[in-house]
């Protein structure tokens, strides 16, 4: 069974960066897709970014070009380096565990960190 922690958010101003980690245990980490996931207050939960267990990505719209997902397998982490950050950006993010299809998209089990919260100020 996978477990998932989640850190690096806080409080940035627009136009800031932040890196987001997250500490996977409980084996068959390199096997897994991973991807981060957020939720604002009010909204239900969107997906972010996903990374495959080769290192392929893929991004959300609204983040292309400004947020980038990475592995280190060695050490069962994966990253969320975030920049230009707005403050629609602002929400709990998540890890996850899942797979992709062959068509690139996302699938998530059932496996969710605590969450950890990035803030951005006007």
């Known amino acids: 069974q996978v477990q998932l922690v989640e850190s690096g958010g806080g409080l940035v101003q627009a136009g800031g960066s932040l890196r987001l980690s997250c500490a996977a245990s409980?084996?068959?980490?390199?096997?897994?897709?991973m991807a981060w996931y957020r939720q604002a207050p009010g909204k239900q939960r969107e997906l972010v970014a996903a990374?495959?267990?080769?290192?392929?990505?893929t991004y959300a719209d609204s983040v292309k070009d400004r947020f980038t997902i990475s592995r280190d397998n060695a050490k069962n982490m994966v990253y969320l380096q975030m920049s230009s950050l707005e403050p629609e950006d602002t929400a709990v993010y998540f890890c996850?565990?899942?797979?992709?299809?062959?068509?690139?998209?996302?699938?998530?089990?059932?496996?969710w960190g605590q969450g950890t919260t990035v803030t951005v100020s006007s």
């Open positions: 990374i495959t267990s080769g290192g392929g990505t």
């Open positions: 996850n565990t899942g797979r992709t299809y062959l068509s690139g998209i996302y699938m998530p089990y059932d496996y």
């Open positions: 409980g084996g068959g980490f390199s096997m897994y897709a």
